[in-house]
């Protein structure tokens, strides 16, 4: 039996769901006999000599130089780019994250926009410089702020002050990424504080889609739920074959986004355009059902070519074009979140055969129903 060293921290949702998706694979390949000590991680040195493990995955790279004099196979999960180039590692996918945060904002049709991190880790960083350049590309600029170094429970109270002003100085209403969701908890004290209104002032959005952070938050924080499960599937896997004599060569596990978990904190419709906002808002209560255009245009005082032409100015999509986005993503939502068949999907939208809701679904995500559950659940 393979003996393994978790030296992964559980406090958070993403060391939770990397163990999940790394006993899964024990359960399957394994199993497994795990050691992991609930104690500081440097502390848990000397007991491995005496355990003689055959492999390693771990969160902290700070012991990465006592680990290697062991010789045993090791899978780093990074924070910085400070690590011997020769380990594997798991990284998170800051360009998927960012490009799913900027579509949601912009799909609300805000165009203001803004970053909140944390400068000390280069993941804050790389998901700062992706959503600047997808706003950009969309048309809109980004103002941000980082602080230099990560904080403490004091260092906030300390650190509040200069966050609230920057959040204050903000053009509203604006739409706020947060690098994770312990940021995003900060942003919404600081608009409390403030006397601003989330989400019809500040939308704010999360990274981790750690319960314990945004169930808590008033509102509930909105966040990005990320492949982690998959991503300690995948590690097990290869930890297993390095074990078996495969070579350390510096092999990337990416943990992509998977879905935006949308709770009140970003739950606006930024939009002037009162009669683009009444079409749209029934194009969301009725997403399930089988609209047709010219369902929506009649909701308004307008014609369809007055409408099809305000809708192109205010959120730059046709009526059809939203209807379908819309949709879509009620169909993502299940596929990902429930294990229904996909004929029963089918039936519950209205589509009259699963070919047809196939076709629907591929046009706006480029990929067949079956093989986006099977990418954004755990393997």
Not at 247 to 266: E, L, N, P, T, Y
């Amino acid at each position: 039996m393979k003996r393994i060293v978790l030296l992964v921290e559980t406090s958070r949702e993403f060391g939770r769901r990397l163990i999940i998706g790394i006993a899964r694979y024990s359960r399957l390949k394994g199993p497994w006999s795990f050691y992991k000590e609930p104690i500081d991680l440097k502390s848990s040195i000397p007991h491995l000599t005496t355990w003689k493990p055959d492999g390693i995955i771990m969160r902290d790279s700070l012991i990465t130089k006592e680990l290697l004099k062991m010789n045993i196979p090791t899978i780093l999960a990074i924070h910085n780019s400070s690590y011997p180039k020769n380990l594997p590692v798991i990284r998170t996918d800051s360009r998927s994250i960012a490009k799913m945060a900027s579509e949601h904002l912009v799909e609300k049709g805000l165009k203001n926009f803004a970053f909140c991190g944390f400068d000390a880790y280069d993941w804050s960083n790389e998901r700062k410089s992706f959503f600047c350049l997808f706003n950009s590309e969309a048309g809109y600029p980004t103002q941000s702020y980082s602080s230099s170094k990560s904080l403490g429970t004091g260092d906030w109270e300390k650190e509040q002050r200069h966050v609230r002003e920057w959040v204050k100085s903000l053009p509203k209403p604006v739409g706020i990424l947060a690098c994770n969701d312990d940021r995003g908890q900060h942003i919404l004290e600081v608009c409390k504080l403030n006397g601003l209104k989330v989400p019809e002032d500040v939308a704010v959005i999360g990274v981790d889609n750690d319960p314990m952070i945004c169930e808590i938050g008033d509102p509930p924080l909105t966040s990005i739920a990320l492949n982690v499960e998959s991503a300690g599937y995948q590690a097990a896997q290869l930890l297993d074959q390095l074990i078996g004599g495969k070579k350390m060569a510096g092999q990337q596990i990416m943990v992509a986004a998977s879905h935006i978990v949308q709770r009140q904190s970003s739950d606006i419709l930024a939009v002037n355009d009162a009669e683009v906002a009444s079409a749209i808002q029934y194009i969301r209560n009725n997403a399930k059902n089988k609209i047709l255009v010219h369902e929506v245009v009649n909701t308004t005082s307008v014609s369809r070519r007055t409408l099809e032409k305000r809708f192109k100015k205010t959120i730059h999509r046709s009526i059809y074009d939203e209807i379908r986005l819309v949709r879509v993503e009620w169909i993502s939502k299940m596929l990902i979140e429930t294990d229904l068949p996909i004929s029963q999907i089918t039936s519950l939208f209205n589509f009259t055969d699963v070919e047809h809701i196939s076709r629907y679904f591929k046009k706006e995500k480029g990929i067949g129903l079956r093989e986006f559950r099977k990418l954004h659940q755990p393997r």
